[in-house]
């Protein structure tokens, strides 16, 4: 490509992607801070990444569940999906978002508590008609641990080892996770092609090389040629596109929702920068799994 302003530039192997998520962004699309008058775009929400079915953007039919009616459901999920640090942007968005929407009934907040629609939300989060649906690829399962044979330091191996097992564990298909992102209006924000990002000064020094992102990488590069090698579907012209996951698991993240506690499994698309990701309002963090504690 031609080099920016910034004196950086782009090598792509072989054809240039079809799409360039940075088109057009501004500092609106990288900030989240509460002390900046920046236009929030919440494309996605908290319970999309449970799975594609979800789109919490605005409370549905479905999505008021657990909540009694449309309009506790609309001002749970302003609280939930809102800064920690009330703002005039925040209270913006709970005059439009909840107060003037058409289905905001001020008869149904008539005796409202917050800690009891929390703990709704806590009750709903552990039962069985939770946000763990089945229709979005959601099982429950149980591991069987292998724990330390009481004679370990006489030899022997793990298959003589006593077995724990887990029970209730709920988790769902990597791929099905994989097709929902892409399916996601977010994925607007992937990158679908890796490159190397390089840095030209105003003097003869030849071009740095730059780091940062995952798709800038030597390894996402080695991926996407591997990808392009393979022989073509039958008629098919589609973009070939790497798709390279980060998996994590941190059990602080569910304080969100209410005081419930669970030990989750995390999968981020490295196809999105970390700029992004790093946007609480951006929910790129999709849930593979969760682990009971024992």
Known sequence: TEVNEFGLFRVYSGALPTHDPED?????????????????????GPLATFGHSHDAREPTETTTIPFPNKTVALLMNWHYTSSSTKTAQELDRL???????????????????????????????????SVLLGSDGWKKGSVSIALPRADSKNGGDESSAPRFKVDDVW???????????????????????????????????????????????????EMDTEIQMLPPEPGCTLERIPSPLMLWSDSTHLTNFGTASMWPIYIQLANQSKDVCIKPTAFASHHLAYLPSV
């Open 171 to 221: 988790h769902r298909s990597i791929i099905d996770i994989v097709v929902a992102a892409w399916q996601d209006p977010t994925s607007s924000t992937y990158h679908l092609r890796p490159y190397h990002l390089f840095y030209k000064g105003g003097d003869d020094r030849p071009p740095e090389r730059v780091y940062g992102e995952a798709y800038v990488s030597d390894l996402f590069m």
């Open 24 to 44: 057009n962004k501004t500092i609106d699309d990288y900030c989240d801070s509460n002390n900046l008058p920046v236009t929030q775009n919440h494309t996605s």
């Open 95 to 129: 005059v439009h978002e909840v107060i003037c929407h058409d289905d905001f009934n001020r008869d149904d907040l008539r005796n409202f508590r917050a800690s009891r629609e929390t703990k709704r939300m806590d009750n709903f989060i552990e039962g069985p008609a």
